[in-house]
């Protein structure tokens, strides 16, 4: 049996269809304790303004770089009318 399909079978709440399964969960489960013993650390004080402020830049950077590529179509669909005539 898999790691992936232990997990699995655990996650569900199906028990343990071998001696070995039981002792390969032993592993997951001491994990599991080990986060969920783990103590709350709060999140960095700003953080939520320095997580907006950069979506904004990239929102930023995105749309220049459409615009950037509009004008350099337009500019290449002119130049190469111009070479037509």
Known sequence: MTDEE?????????????PEETERRREYEGVIRRIRE????????????????????????????RWT????????TAAGIVALL
């Not at 709060?42 to 950077?61: I, L």
């Not at 590529?69 to 290449?76: D, E, P, R």
């Open 38 to 65: 783990q103590p709350d650390c709060p999140a960095p004080p700003g953080w939520e303004d320095r997580a907006v402020a950069r979506w904004a830049a990239q929102r930023r950077r995105r749309r220049v770089m």
């Open 6 to 18: 232990i997990v699995t079978r655990m996650e569900t709440g199906i028990p343990p269809s071998s």
């Open 69 to 76: 590529a509009a004008v350099a179509l337009v500019a290449a």
